[in-house]
């Protein structure tokens, strides 16, 4: 049940871009992602409700294709603020609402370098 | 406002010893939830809660005991701290109808010798 999340680590330049991969076996009613920075806790990014919407702010943007329940998240010309471990919660539907039981990924990390 | 406040921030135990982690919110939030840390597993699931006086289980529920018995306070009970739970806890806290972000406490490291 737990989501799968690809690469596990990426290292960058400075302005490069990435993405990370979630994907899961079930189908989703919406996929939350956050950023984790060492000793910190998780920070929201950005939530999609299923129905294929795409998100963003500033260089970071996410969409969430719900046939193939998948999400991908976006960074472009990256900054050193970026580094961190990003995770993505994925939560399961009970027909036209939620479950309510959010279900984290394992982490990808990112590590951008001057 | 505070948002999420765990405690305690660390603790030590021994094999056998019950402890209890506090949370609380100030948000009004219904929606509040447990997650252990460990690394290279991201982030467990252990319980969650949809509202005063309703609990449910997670991914890894087993040796963790909950109970809402109001809306701001979320309590995560070890009855017999195992080596295993050795871990860092996150109390997170969600509105909106639980369709919302997730706020997370600080955290509490506990380690279990």
């Known amino acids: 049940q737990q989501p799968v999340q690809s690469p596990q680590a990426v290292i960058l330049r400075e302005g490069e871009d990435a993405v990370i991969n979630c994907s899961s076996s079930?189908?989703?009613?919406?996929v939350h992602w956050y950023r984790q920075k060492h000793g910190e806790a998780p920070v929201f990014l950005m939530i999609l409700l299923k129905g294929g919407e795409q998100k963003g702010h500033d260089k970071i943007s996410a969409s969430f294709n719900e046939k193939k329940q998948q999400s991908s998240l976006y960074l472009t010309a990256s900054q050193l603020s970026y580094s961190g471990t990003y995770f993505c919660?994925?939560?399961?539907?009970?027909?036209?609402?939620?479950?309510?039981?959010?279900?984290f990924g394992q982490g990808t990390t990112l590590q951008v370098k001057p | 406002n505070a948002g999420v406040t765990q405690t305690p921030k660390f603790q030590v135990l021994k094999t056998g010893q019950s402890m209890t982690l506090q949370c609380a919110q100030d948000?009004?939030?219904?929606?509040m939830s447990w997650y252990r840390q460990d690394p290279g597993m991201g982030l467990r699931l252990i319980h969650y809660?949809?509202?005063?006086?309703?609990?449910d289980q997670g991914e890894v529920p087993n040796g963790y005991n909950v109970s809402r018995s109001t809306t701001e306070d979320f309590p995560l009970r070890l009855l017999s701290a195992a080596p295993s739970q050795t871990s860092v806890y996150f109390c997170?806290?969600?509105?909106?109808?639980?369709?919302?972000?997730?706020?997370f406490g600080e955290g509490s490291r506990l380690t279990v010798l």
């Open positions: 809660s949809v509202g005063a006086g309703i609990t």
């Open positions: 919660g994925t939560e399961l539907g009970h027909g036209s609402s939620n479950t309510g039981k959010l279900i």
């Open positions: 948000m009004n939030h219904e929606y």
């Open positions: 997170a806290s969600r509105g909106q109808e639980h369709t919302g972000e997730l706020f």
């Open positions: 079930k189908a989703l009613y919406s």
